[in-house]
């Protein structure tokens, strides 16, 4: 299975500091070993983004960027990275308001690329819901 890392779940897999890093690392460790995580566009600009501008972090573009390319390289796991070819014209119906489209976007994206979307977000329809730690 590949599964496609929403901006937030990104975050908190590659950010210790996030307050759902201890939830992506437990879940990252019940994946089979043949599983891989990927990343796209979107979800690489939103990491970058949200680094940047959150003042919880502030951390410099470059190095967000220098944290996912060691990411993309990293032994423990195969990551890929998925090309998009989609726009809003591809939106899912359920799609309604625009804090929606993101989500609509990266999930008609896994399923065109044959992954499934990972997501912290409780509101994705048919989306994969990393389970909170026990």
């Given at each position: 299975?590949?599964?496609?890392?929403?901006?937030?779940?990104?975050?908190?897999?590659?950010?210790?500091a996030?307050?759902?890093?201890?939830?992506?690392?437990?879940?990252?460790?019940?994946?089979?070993?043949?599983d891989?995580?990927a990343?796209?566009?979107?979800?690489?600009?939103g990491y970058?983004?949200?680094?940047?501008?959150?003042?919880?972090?502030?951390?410099?573009?470059?190095?967000?960027?220098?944290?996912?390319?060691?990411?993309?390289?990293?032994?423990?796991?195969?990551?890929?990275?998925?090309?998009?070819e989609?726009?809003?014209?591809?939106?899912?119906?359920?799609?309604?308001?625009?804090?929606?489209?993101?989500?609509?976007?990266?999930?008609?994206?896994?399923?065109?690329?044959?992954?499934?979307?990972?997501?912290?977000?409780?509101?994705?329809?048919?989306?994969?819901?990393?389970?909170?730690?026990?």
């Amino acid at each position: 299975m590949t599964w496609l890392l929403d901006v937030n779940a990104l975050i908190a897999a590659l950010f210790a500091a996030h307050e759902h890093h201890p939830r992506m690392s437990a879940w990252l460790e019940t994946l089979p070993s043949e599983d891989a995580l990927a990343t796209c566009s979107i979800t690489e600009l939103g990491y970058v983004r949200i680094l940047n501008q959150a003042p919880q972090y502030r951390v410099e573009v470059r190095e967000s960027v220098k944290t996912l390319a060691r990411f993309r390289r990293q032994s423990k796991r195969r990551v890929v990275f998925l090309p998009d070819e989609r726009g809003a014209v591809d939106l899912p119906s359920w799609v309604r308001t625009g804090r929606q489209t993101i989500d609509g976007h990266l999930l008609g994206l896994s399923a065109a690329r044959g992954a499934r979307l990972a997501t912290l977000d409780q509101g994705i329809p048919g989306a994969f819901l990393i389970p909170p730690t026990p």
